[in-house]
C-alpha cells in the first residue's frame, strides 16, 4: 500500500509539473504571436500622415473642391486609425480567449490523466479491507464499516465466496451453483453461477468496487479479495 499511494503521488506531483510547463508554454506562445499580429498591424496614423503631408507639399492646393478632396482624405485617415485601434481590441480580447480555452483544456487533460493514473493504481493493488461483517439475519454486508444491503440471493452468493476464501479455495460458477441450490454439480451450469456473481457485484453498485472485491480469477472461478482474518460472518 505505501508504494501504492507513493506512486499516486509521484504522478500527482508530475501532472502538476506537465501543467505547469504546459501554461508557460501557451502563454509564451500566445505571448510571441500578440507580439507578431501587433508588429505586422500598418500604422494607425500613417494615412493621417500621409494626408498632412500632402497639405504641406500642395500649397496650390487652394480651389474648394481641392480642399474638400483633402478634407476628405483626412477623414479616411481618422476612420482608418480608428478601425485599426478596433482591430487591436479585437485581436487582444480573442487572444485572452484562445489562452483561457488552451489553459482550461491542458488542465482537464492532465486531471483525465492522473485520474486514469490513479485508477489503475487502485486496480493494481486491490482494494483494501480492514474488515467485512456479512449478517445472514440482517441481509447486509458491512465492509470498513460501510453498509450494503442485499438480496437473499446475493447474500448467499456472498457467504459461500466467504466460505471458500476462509478456506483458500477459488470457486467456480458450477460450484457456487450448486453449494447455493444443494443440487449436485453435474447437474449445474457455470453460466448459472456467473450471474449469481454478477448480481451480487450490482447488488454492490459501485461496478469499481465490485469488480475489485470479487475477484475473477482465469481459468479457475471467484474468490474476494479480502484477507481471512477480516471476515467475520453471523
Do not use: H
Not at 483544456?105 to 486531471?111: A, E, H, W
Not at 460501510?146 to 440471493?153: D, P
Amino acid at each position: 500500500m505505501p508504494e501504492t499511494t507513493s506512486s499516486v503521488s509521484d504522478s500527482l506531483r508530475a501532472g502538476n509539473r506537465v501543467v505547469a510547463y504546459g501554461i508557460a508554454a501557451i502563454v509564451v506562445i500566445l505571448l510571441g504571436a500578440a507580439v507578431f499580429l501587433f508588429v505586422s498591424l500598418p500604422d494607425a496614423n500613417a494615412f493621417n500622415a500621409r494626408v498632412e503631408r500632402l497639405f504641406v507639399e500642395n500649397n496650390d492646393l487652394t480651389t474648394a473642391a481641392e480642399i474638400k478632396l483633402l478634407e476628405i482624405l483626412a477623414q479616411s485617415g481618422t476612420s482608418f486609425s480608428e478601425v485599426l485601434a478596433s482591430y487591436r481590441s479585437v485581436i487582444f480580447v480573442l487572444l485572452l480567449f484562445s489562452t483561457a480555452l488552451l489553459v482550461a483544456s491542458l488542465v482537464f487533460l492532465v486531471t483525465i490523466v492522473t485520474l486514469n493514473r490513479r485508477i489503475s493504481a487502485i486496480q493494481r493493488s486491490g482494494i483494501q479491507v480492514s474488515s467485512m461483517l456479512i449478517s445472514r439475519e440482517a441481509r447486509a454486508v458491512y465492509i470498513n464499516d460501510m453498509e450494503f444491503q442485499l438480496t437473499e440471493a446475493a447474500i448467499e452468493t456472498l457467504s459461500v465466496l466467504a466460505e471458500a476464501r476462509l478456506d483458500d479455495e477459488v470457486m467456480t460458477g458450477v460450484q457456487i451453483e450448486a453449494v447455493i441450490s444443494g443440487r449436485n454439480e453435474a447437474d449445474c451450469e457455470e453460466a448459472a453461477g456467473a450471474t449469481r456473481v454478477k448480481r451480487l457485484r450490482d447488488a454492490l453498485g459501485n461496478q469499481l468496487v465490485s469488480e475489485l472485491l470479487v475477484k475473477t480469477v482465469a481459468r479457475r472461478g471467484y474468490m474476494l479479495a479480502v484477507g481471512k482474518d477480516a471476515i467475520r460472518m453471523i
